[in-house]
């Protein structure tokens, strides 16, 4: 095992700890700038506000509306991964426990949705959605998260099951209980570790998104935060006080999730990835 | 401390390695209803528009209405005397090889570093992992402002302050420097993912065989060469495929910090594609762009895949 503390511990603890400091200068540079007026920003451009001002934070809630652009967010968020968990881990119990050539060839259908770009289908999917009136609904954009991320997800519950022994399973169909119930029961409960993972993913990356909630949703007044942000600093680019608010506050709700499910997060991004 | 370790866990994979099928598992089958509706879906929104979409890259569609003719491979010949989706190929793969290089190196050094007896190991996993659940979007604005050309803004003013003033650019408007400038904030938000995957590879090379190889004499580069490395192959594919698929299609932060300029200078593929479509009107045109950049995905997935797979085998 790993000795104690050393001198030589000390230095390398030194140097990442210099490290960190480099890296988070962005950041500080960004928090600051929100705490100040114009003229602080003039002539101390890197120095602490003084005095610290708050009406950059308020002026920029209000101009981005970040309020219903946060609930925006959280609604399709939310939709799409219950739907993604649901869906996912029903069709991943029927691949991974049917050994059927039918049951290998979809799977594999289904891996091919991860390496295939969505530029592809980026335009007829556009006129599709478009086709269907969704196009400025949640509803639009919840499908397309689902679409989009299933293969993922897909790929994550399977290789989870594969590893679960089908006794449980099969003493509850024996007992009597429905394919539905034996999995909503039985086999659900057992998938906690992998839901965890595939939540946490799919969380962040639909939260995040930019691209296709800026095609889908520009100007129907249902913007997600990403595309709240996009328009707001494009609106106010040299009002930098009030543009670095804007950015802490849209950043602030993830990084606080973050800060609370840390563990969980890292974990997540780091174990349920393909190997 | 005892020299008593746990058996090193699959470090990364999931249980149940794909394309491999567990037999007989029982003869009770769910039925195939179970995954009709995730494949509905699947099928809607990803198979039927991607078949679609290499589909019009044949043709002269507008992208109004359903007025279309076939054109052959017209589109894949204006592509290769198109300088603009050429210099975009140019800079996508400039931006990939940057990114994954210099991300991956500095991952895994920030891994090397935290994976120690340091007491702040586990308060500096959080911070160089916290950009990664941020909007690439905030980032990029973030970025944006620390580019800032003025002499007294972000970066350049920090440089003045540490007495290295002669050094300060117009990063973003230096058609030469933007890619770069670029690439360097995608590393920023990314070295954390690098960082945590290979934390995970550490965490599973047996602490017995750096203590036998200490014995037999061997430094601190010999064991990382003879012993860490080859046992980190599989958090180097798994890296590297994910930050070369970032990298090809790169899009969000070339739109919010550059839009492509100045000039040509930053357009990748798939800004090229989405201008081309939503800007020209261009839609043919645009899918078959997006079709070269779906077949740069898959071959760069093979060929990797099959290379890191065989170093794995071999390590």
Known sequence: MR???????????????????????????????????????????????DPPSVSNFSEAWESASLGSALLNSTLITVSSVLILIVLGSLAAYFLARTASRLSYSLYILFLVGIILPFQLGMIPLYQLVNDLG????????????????????????????????????????????????????????????????????????????????????????RETVPVRVFAFVNEYTSNYGLVAAG??????PILIVFLLLQRYVIRGFSSGLKG | MTAVTAPPAAPVAPPGKPGRRRKGS???????????????????????????????????????????????????????????????????????????????????????GVHTTIKSRMILRVIFFAPVVVSPVMVSFLWKYVYNPAPDAGLNAALNAIGLGALRQDWLGNPSLAIWSVAFTVIWQCAGYSMVIFLAGLEGVPAELHESAMVDGA?????????????????VTINVMLSTVGGLTLFTQIIAMTNGGPGYATDTLSTVLYKQAFVYGKFGYSTAVALVLALFVAAVSFIQIGYLRSRETTA
């Open chain 2, 219 to 235: 430094g601190t580069i010999a064991r990382f060469r003879h012993i860490t490395w080859p046992l980190l192959a599989p958090a």
């Open chain 2, 26 to 112: 029982g003869g009770i089958t769910p039925p195939w209803l179970f995954a009709a509706p995730a494949l509905l879906v699947y099928a809607l929104v990803m198979l039927y528009p991607s078949i679609a979409g290499a589909g019009s890259a044949f043709t002269d569609w507008s992208g109004v209405g359903e007025q279309r003719s076939f054109t052959g491979l017209a589109n894949f010949r204006e592509l290769v005397h198109d300088d603009q989706a050429l210099g975009a190929l140019r800079n996508t793969l400039l931006l990939t090889l940057a990114i994954v290089v210099v991300q991956n190196g500095i991952g895994l050094l920030l891994a090397l």
């Open chain 1, 134 to 221: 969704l196009l400025g609904t949640y509803q639009g954009m919840i499908l397309f998260y689902t679409g989009i991320q299933l293969p993922f997800t897909v790929f994550l519950y399977t290789g989870f099951i594969r590893s679960l022994p089908a006794d449980y399973t099969n003493a509850a169909l024996i007992d009597g209980a429905s394919h539905l119930q034996a999995f909503g029961y039985v086999i659900f409960p057992l998938l906690r570790p992998i839901t965890g993972t595939v939540l946490i993913l799919n969380a962040v990356q639909i939260w995040n998104d930019f691209f296709t909630p800026l095609l889908y949703l520009g100007g129907s007044g």
């Open chain 1, 3 to 49: 000795t104690g503390y050393r001198p030589r511990t000390l230095v390398r603890e030194l140097v990442m700890i210099a490290a960190a400091v480099a890296f988070l200068f962005p950041v500080y540079a960004l928090v600051t700038l929100a705490f100040k007026d114009p003229e602080q920003i003039a002539n101390k451009p890197l120095s602490l506000p």
């Open chain 1, 247 to 252: 950015l802490v506050l849209a950043a602030l």
